[in-house]
């Protein structure tokens, strides 16, 4: 999610006040929250091209829209750029991908009640205009340029700095969509313990949801196409972080790493300031380029975060981004999926049993090799779906001893049920996507857009 600051919050006078402000994430267990959150892809019914920002069928159309069901509008320079509700945000991402940032909930059942809602509601506003939105990972046929930018100031200064620093940024930008579980930690310990399994795992959970094999209409001989851009994104700002695995690694570690991540802007006066490249410590000493003498408040701190996109964020909660974009059923099974290895502390301590061995070697070739091989990827004596039938295992347990029942008395194992699937054939969504393109399909990518439809 990306919007304006809502505050310019406290000035920041030291690096021990940004340690502090994670700390203050720590959370008993009766009080953590699952937060669920999707993107999609917005498309023209009668060509299926991507829905620009402006006109009567525009993404500015469908927000202005979906204020009738009570949400309250975000402007930038005039143009709604986002909504709220209560918890909920709705929010655009570059190339106008839809995203729902969901509430901070106490079960499964409430998210996928949520998400439910919300689809109900876009594909209402939707319908009147003749827009579709796409659940996938990577957009199957529209090419860079076809994509229109959406008018948000710090699109404009990360797309300039994007081109410099890899050569899938814009990809990244305006042909993904993804899924993603916010979870809570009780203390630093239990920070660092989540932090560390859930980035070991999260090859395993982009295999599981690997959900984009298509580029420009033609296969691309990966399963995730999302997930492999991220590899030639930003390397200051994206990857598995090793230094989360080395000893003393706590919060101030990783304030130290985000300080060290290069700025792309200051927000003042209703405007975006291109600094980047900028050194934030500048910023904290009253030396940035262009704002000599003044010095950062906590929401500049929290926009800085924001523009960090390694494969698990840590805020004042873990952010689990490995997975790509698809239907309904999977956006619960991502959270159900984490939340049972993470909210249960038995699930948590043999998945961290699991993972503590593995060597950085290790890390960084799935990190590599699974956006292209996924479950069959060669993993010490087996392979990655060995480990996703053990990991979705130690989920369905954890989420049994949770015991997190519906109105109907179901509790929350359900969800993963799609995933169980997926561990036990070692068929992935993508490689689904492929059988029908190469059958019933006929080497057309054109069922798709009414096949992954919401």
């Not at 091209?49 to 949400?71: M, N, Q, S």
């Not at 310990?189 to 989540?194: I, L, Q, R, T, Y």
Request: hydrophobic share 35%; aromatic share 10%.
């Amino acid at each position: 999610m990306s919007r304006p600051p809502d505050e310019a919050g406290a000035p920041i006078e030291s690096r021990t006040q940004l340690v502090e402000d994670l700390e203050s994430g720590c959370t008993r267990p009766e009080d953590w929250r699952i937060g669920t959150e999707h993107e999609k892809f917005a498309f023209r019914l009668s060509d299926t091209r991507r829905v620009a920002y402006d006109g009567p069928d525009g993404i500015g159309a469908i927000l202005a829209g979906l204020t009738r069901f009570g949400w309250e509008p975000v402007r930038e320079r005039d143009a709604i750029i986002a909504l709220t509700q209560g918890g909920c945000a709705i929010t655009l991402e570059p190339g106008g991908q839809f995203e729902l940032s969901g509430a901070p909930l106490e079960n499964i059942h409430q998210t996928c009640d949520e998400v439910n809602e919300h689809l109900i509601q876009v594909r209402q506003v939707c319908g009147e205009l003749g827009i579709g939105m796409l659940g996938l990972g990577f957009d199957p046929v529209w090419r860079r340029d076809d994509v229109p930018w959406m008018p948000k100031g710090r699109y404009a200064i990360m797309r300039r700095w994007m081109q410099e620093k890899g050569s899938l940024g814009l990809d990244m930008m305006l042909r993904t969509c993804t899924v993603q579980t916010n979870l809570d930690f009780l203390d630093e310990a239990d920070m660092v313990e989540k932090f560390r399994v859930s980035l070991a795992l999260q090859p395993v959970a982009t295999a599981l949801f690997a959900n984009s094999p298509f580029r420009e209409g033609a296969p691309t001989g990966l399963l995730s196409a999302r997930s492999h851009v991220w590899t030639d994104t930003d390397p200051d700002r994206c990857g598995i972080l090793p230094f989360v695995f080395e000893p003393g690694f706590g919060f101030e570690r990783h304030v130290d790493y985000i300080l060290d991540v290069p700025m792309y802007f200051v927000y003042r006066d209703g405007i975006y300031h291109d600094v980047a490249g900028a050194s934030f410590r500048d910023f904290m000493a009253g030396r940035l380029p262009g704002f000599e003498g003044q010095f950062p408040h906590m929401g500049d701190w929290a926009d800085h975060m924001t523009t960090n996109f390694p494969e698990v964020r840590l805020k004042k909660y873990l952010e689990m981004r490995g997975a790509d974009s698809g239907p309904h059923r999977t956006i619960c099974a991502l959270s159900a999926y984490w939340v049972g290895l993470l909210y249960d502390d038995a699930s948590q301590s043999a998945a961290w049993e699991l993972v503590r061995d593995w060597t950085t070697e290790e890390h960084e070739m799935l990190r590599r090799d699974v956006p292209a091989r996924g479950l069959a990827t060669p993993f010490r004596d087996g392979t990655l779906q060995d480990i996703a039938r053990t990991t979705v295992s130690l989920a369905h347990d954890g989420l049994r001893r949770r015991a997190r029942l519906d109105a109907a008395g179901n509790d929350e194992t359900g969800y993963l049920e799609p995933l169980r699937q997926v561990a036990q054939s070692g068929v992935t969504p993508a490689e689904t996507l492929l059988e029908a393109y190469r059958s019933r399909w006929n080497g057309s990518v054109d069922p798709i857009w009414e096949e992954m439809r919401y």
